[in-house]
């Protein structure tokens, strides 16, 4: 088992940026694949990103270029970088991790609102 616990999310203008932190309740070092999903009002949830132990990492093609995934094994934390916002990244941000036999999302956290508005 593992708690993810995201914070940093907030207001934010058009062009702005934040950075999003989850910080699991036990060692990542172990766990593969780590990211990031988001749900806007009246949308599905979708994959944002995500990396691996190993250091790769996979985009939606909507944040290519503008976001970035990272994570710090001896601080159990996964950050998401987000640069040239725009109002269509409105939405809650859910921090995921890995599950047993790689169950892809296996773990959620309770999500964190990110809107972005003038």
């Known amino acids: 088992q593992v708690q993810l616990v995201e914070s940093g999310g907030g207001l934010v203008q058009p062009g702005g940026s934040l950075r999003l932190s989850c910080e699991a309740s036990?060692?990542?070092?172990?766990?593969?694949?780590m990211g990031w999903y988001r749900q806007a009002p009246g949308k599905q949830r979708e994959l944002v990103a995500f990396?691996?132990?190993?250091?790769?990492?996979n985009y939606a093609d909507s944040v290519k270029g503008r976001f970035t995934i990272s994570r710090d094994n001896a601080k159990n934390t996964v950050y998401l970088q987000m640069n040239s916002l725009k109002p269509e990244d409105t939405a809650v941000y859910y921090c995921?991790?890995?599950?047993?036999?790689?169950?892809?999302?296996?773990?959620w956290g309770q999500g964190t609102q990110v809107t972005v508005s003038s």
């Open positions: 990396i691996t132990s190993g250091g790769v990492t």
């Open positions: 995921t991790a890995e599950g047993p036999l790689w169950r892809w999302p296996g773990y």
């Open positions: 036990r060692s990542i070092f172990s766990i593969n694949r």
